[in-house]
T-cell receptor, first 114, second 116 residues
Framework: DTAVSQTPKYLVTQMGNDKSIKCEQN?????MYWYKQDSKKFLKIMFS???????INETVPNRFSPKSPDKAHLNLHINSLELGDSAVYFC?????????????FGAGTRLSVL | AQKITQTQPGMFVQEKEAVTLDCTYD???????LFWYKQPSSGEMIFLIY??????QNATEGRYSLNFQKARKSANLVISASQLGDSAMYFC?????????????FGAGTILRVKS
């Protein structure tokens, strides 16, 4: 059983299109995240949700819209895709508070915008 | 200013030897957490080890240990008895106080190659 699962694993699309990436966790965690890893492998937080409520929006363009229908799911919708959006997008989840609050990551979605 | 600095872009180690991957951090918080993740060529991010700022003992997890030197703000990862499967990118990350929303700030990573 995969703890944090993302679909699709690969996404190739044209500039200007709209696409979504889905994420689900079965760990019972309260908090979910989206991170972006650029071509230099640098990882940066994009969003964080706690129990369906947005708690971090790290100056991401508003073409990116996260949606959390319940605390086990956090989807990422991207409008009007640009070349610079090409990256690997990781979903993660953790307990919010108490203890180390370790974040567990999904396998990543490699987005290529042509 | 960089919050997490990994000064070694790449490292080589002979199989069965130990290797230390460096990480220094910058925070004014008293409460924070330090993490190491492994990213093999397949791309997933695998949690390895955690050290809390108030933990007095260095964290250990199997062949991984964290050399935590709080005064020097360093949290180096030590991998003992390296194996070929340890070849990967390794990231150091920090979580500051809860007012930052629990986000992780990552270093640039170190690529480790284990030679047979």
């Amino acid at each position: 059983d995969t703890a944090v699962s993302q679909t699709p694993k690969y996404l190739v699309t044209q500039m200007g299109n709209d696409k979504s990436i889905k994420c689900e966790q079965n760990l019972g965690h309260d908090t979910m995240y989206w991170y972006k890893q650029d071509s230099k492998k640098f990882l940066k937080i994009m969003f964080s949700y706690n129990n369906k409520e947005l708690i971090i929006n790290e100056t991401v363009p508003n073409r990116f819209s996260p949606k959390s229908p319940d605390k086990a799911h956090l989807n990422l919708h991207i409008n009007s895709l640009e070349l610079g959006d090409s990256a690997v997008y990781f979903c993660a989840s953790s307990p919010l508070a108490g203890g180390p609050s370790i974040q567990y990551f999904g396998a990543g979605t490699r987005l290529s915008v042509l | 200013a960089q919050k997490i600095t990994q000064t070694q872009p790449g490292m080589f180690v002979q199989e069965k030897e130990a290797v230390t991957l460096d990480c220094t951090y910058d925070t004014s918080d008293q409460s924070y957490g330090l993490f190491w993740y492994k990213q093999p060529s397949s791309g997933e991010m695998i949690f390895l080890i955690y050290q809390g700022s108030y933990d007095e003992q260095n964290a250990t997890e199997g062949r991984y240990s964290l050399n935590f030197q709080k005064a020097r703000k360093s949290a180096n990862l030590v991998i003992s008895a390296s194996q070929l499967g340890d070849s990967a990118m390794y990231f150091c990350a920090m979580r500051e106080g809860m007012e930052y929303g629990n986000k992780l700030v990552f270093g640039a990573g170190t690529i480790l190659r284990v030679k047979s």
